[in-house]
């Protein structure tokens, strides 16, 4: 079998980043985003192994072809490569750099996400349209986890007139009270999710999941324990792998019910799975959270990989996708608002998905010195847009957190040295408060019981579904 196209580069000149949902909206924007980004400021014998997963085997084929197209067009059309490279630019030398492979996984199937990850971590990687032979990655550098669902049903018009008359434009359109959660939630069937499981012992039956916290968080969070192997690090030299967790600005305190952890019956869903994103990637690092978030790092897959991967934590800003059911018109419509409300001044109406891919190509990419030296861990990042459309990283602000986990009030405010869109109090909910001591004590509370339910909840399927700890490390089967 003929060695991969990136073999003769040096290790550290190979970046493997994993990306899920991206055959459409924002995941799209963010593999176009990156292989951008990469050939412009990598070095030119460096490789980007680009691995999207999308559901199905022909959503795989139209991705990659779709992310080669836009890797054509970069190359012929970039002025930054012909820069770089100099006069005898060849355009197929960028197109060279950038390998394209795809997976299958449905993150409301937990056995499709363990099967994906043996096939990650023992098995071969594909490339459905044939054009590179299945191989063997190494390692992931990044996991950016994007896919995820709404649950909406629709609008509430009243709502919305209300909210649009005592808001205005651009707060109604940045934290939406109007979005309908579809009644009854979506829950997945048990029984079809264990198959041949469920017949061995039919009193391990594990909790119920609710479809929009599964697709949104949970199968994310077995996910990156599953891909662990290739995320972790055994020597401080080498790069630490990197978990992008996908969010959204408009998740606050009030959208999650620790009562209603999935949010079956009271909160909206969307909204409360974004919200347990957020506690959860903040305070993973958190002393008394490492407590409880300690276990899922240090599997018997890992135990020859003590250096775990870092979480960070990334949102879209707003972007006109199909995440939110609209017929034709609506959807022009809205986009027509959101472009509105950008020229209002709101920072966070990106509209377009590559525009929204921003933030998290960013902490893809970045090196980990400059996110070392922002802390970037302890910040929720937001693709943030100028009114002329320039897009940059912005710290966003969560309710119990604040900017950066730290105490902030209108004084603190007043000494933000940041300029126009990224500064704090641009974008701000109206009624956000101060973040305080207390609040902060009570967000890394927070944190340990989000863990500790999570943790419970992926033990308990692990067990149902006969996944020895570590089974990926030893290629079990499932
Ligand atoms: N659009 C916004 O304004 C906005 C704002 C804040 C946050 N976000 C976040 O951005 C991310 C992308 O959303 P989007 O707006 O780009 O929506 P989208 O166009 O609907 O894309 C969602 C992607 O997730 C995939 N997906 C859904 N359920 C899945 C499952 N069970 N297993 C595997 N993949 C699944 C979809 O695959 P299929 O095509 O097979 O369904 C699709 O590729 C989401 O996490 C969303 O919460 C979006």
Same mark, same amino acid.
């Given at each position: 079998? @003929?060695?991969?196209?990136?073999?003769?580069?040096?290790?550290?000149?190979?970046?493997?980043?994993?990306?899920?949902?991206?055959?459409?909206?924002?995941?799209?924007?963010?593999?176009?985003?990156?292989?951008?980004?990469?050939?412009? =400021?990598?070095?030119?014998?460096?490789?980007?192994?680009?691995?999207?997963?999308?559901?199905?085997?022909?959503?795989?084929?139209?991705?990659?072809?779709?992310?080669?197209?836009?890797? %054509?067009?970069?190359?012929?059309?970039?002025?930054?490569?012909?820069?770089?490279?100099?006069?005898?630019?060849?355009?197929? =030398?960028?197109?060279?750099? #950038?390998?394209?492979?795809?997976?299958?996984?449905?993150?409301?199937?937990p056995r499709s996400i363990y099967s994906v990850a043996k096939q990650l971590v023992h098995g071969k990687v594909s490339d459905p349209t044939g054009v590179i032979d299945d191989v063997r990655i190494p390692r992931i550098d990044v996991a950016l986890f994007n896919a995820g669902i709404g649950g909406? =049903?629709?609008?509430?018009?009243?709502?919305?007139? %209300?909210?649009?008359?005592?808001?205005?434009?651009?707060?109604?359109?940045?934290?939406?009270?109007?979005?309908?959660?579809?009644?009854?939630?979506?829950?997945?069937?048990?029984? %079809?999710? *264990?198959?041949?499981?469920?017949?061995?012992?039919?009193?391990?039956?594990?909790?119920?999941?609710?479809?929009?916290?599964?697709?949104?968080?949970?199968?994310?969070?077995?996910?990156?324990?599953?891909?662990?192997?290739?995320?972790?690090?055994?020597?401080?030299?080498?790069?630490?792998?990197?978990?992008?967790?996908?969010?959204?600005?408009?998740?606050?305190?009030?959208?999650?019910?620790?009562?209603?952890?999935? @949010?079956?019956?009271?909160?909206?869903?969307?909204?409360?799975?974004?919200?347990?994103?957020?506690?959860?990637? *903040?305070?993973?690092?958190?002393?008394?959270?490492? %407590?409880?978030?300690?276990?899922?790092?240090?599997?018997?897959?890992?135990?020859?990989?003590?250096?775990?991967?870092?979480?960070?934590? =990334?949102?879209?800003?707003?972007?006109?996708?199909?995440?939110?059911?609209?017929?034709?018109?609506?959807?022009?419509?809205?986009?027509?608002?959101?472009?509105?409300?950008?020229?209002?001044?709101?920072?966070?109406?990106?509209?377009?998905?590559?525009?929204?891919?921003?933030?998290?190509?960013? *902490?893809?990419?970045?090196?980990?010195?400059?996110?070392?030296? *922002?802390?970037?861990?302890?910040?929720?990042?937001?693709?943030?847009?100028?009114?002329?459309?320039?897009?940059?990283?912005?710290?966003?602000?969560?309710?119990?957190?604040?900017?950066?986990?730290?105490?902030?009030?209108?004084?603190?405010?007043?000494?933000?040295?940041?300029?126009?869109?990224?500064?704090?109090?641009?974008?701000?909910?109206?009624?956000?408060?101060?973040?305080? /001591?207390?609040?902060? #004590?009570?967000?890394?509370?927070?944190?340990?019981?989000?863990?500790?339910?999570?943790?419970?909840?992926? /033990?308990?399927?692990?067990?149902?579904?006969?996944?020895?700890?570590?089974?990926? @490390?030893?290629?079990?089967?499932?």
């Amino acid at each position: 079998m @003929a060695s991969p196209p990136w073999a003769g580069a040096a290790s550290h000149e190979q970046y493997f980043v994993l990306l899920t949902g991206a055959n459409s909206g924002v995941g799209l924007g963010i593999g176009q985003r990156i292989i951008d980004e990469f050939l412009a =400021s990598r070095p030119l014998s460096s490789h980007l192994i680009l691995i999207p997963t999308t559901r199905s085997a022909s959503k795989s084929r139209d991705t990659i072809l779709s992310l080669r197209a836009h890797l %054509k067009k970069t190359s012929k059309s970039s002025k930054q490569l012909r820069a770089r490279a100099g006069p005898d630019y060849d355009p197929q =030398s960028a197109i060279s750099r #950038v390998h394209v492979l795809s997976v299958q996984v449905d993150l409301c199937d937990p056995r499709s996400i363990y099967s994906v990850a043996k096939q990650l971590v023992h098995g071969k990687v594909s490339d459905p349209t044939g054009v590179i032979d299945d191989v063997r990655i190494p390692r992931i550098d990044v996991a950016l986890f994007n896919a995820g669902i709404g649950g909406w =049903s629709g609008l509430d018009w009243l709502c919305l007139a %209300k909210q649009f008359v005592t808001e205005g434009i651009v707060q109604s359109c940045t934290f939406p009270a109007f979005k309908m959660a579809a009644v009854p939630r979506s829950e997945l069937d048990t029984k %079809k999710l *264990l198959g041949s499981s469920s017949k061995s012992d039919p009193k391990n039956q594990p909790p119920k999941l609710a479809e929009v916290f599964c697709a949104n968080v949970f199968g994310h969070y077995i996910l990156a324990h599953e891909l662990l192997p290739l995320l972790s690090r055994s020597e401080p030299s080498e790069p630490l792998g990197r978990v992008v967790w996908t969010s959204s600005v408009d998740a606050t305190h009030e959208h999650l019910n620790f009562e209603d952890f999935q @949010a079956r019956s009271d909160k909206p869903p969307y909204e409360s799975s974004k919200r347990i994103t957020d506690i959860m990637c *903040l305070t993973a690092d958190l002393p008394s959270v490492q %407590k409880v978030s300690t276990p899922y790092f240090s599997s018997p897959a890992t135990a020859d990989k003590p250096i775990k991967p870092r979480f960070y934590l =990334s949102h879209p800003g707003v972007v006109c996708t199909p995440l939110f059911p609209l017929n034709w018109f609506l959807f022009y419509a809205y986009c027509l608002v959101m472009y509105l409300a950008r020229w209002l001044g709101s920072p966070w109406h990106v509209v377009g998905s590559y525009a929204g891919a921003g933030a998290t190509s960013w *902490l893809a990419l970045a090196d980990q010195e400059t996110l070392d030296s *922002l802390h970037a861990e302890r910040v929720k990042w937001g693709s943030a847009v100028t009114r002329m459309g320039h897009v940059a990283p912005k710290k966003t602000e969560v309710s119990g957190w604040g900017w950066e986990g730290k105490v902030e009030n209108r004084e603190t405010l007043k000494r933000d040295d940041a300029q126009g869109i990224l500064r704090k109090e641009r974008g701000r909910k109206w009624n956000a408060g101060d973040t305080t /001591e207390d609040l902060l #004590v009570e967000f890394e509370e927070e944190g340990r019981n989000c863990w500790s339910r999570l943790e419970k909840l992926r /033990e308990a399927w692990e067990t149902a579904l006969g996944e020895p700890e570590g089974a990926v @490390a030893n290629g079990h089967s499932a």
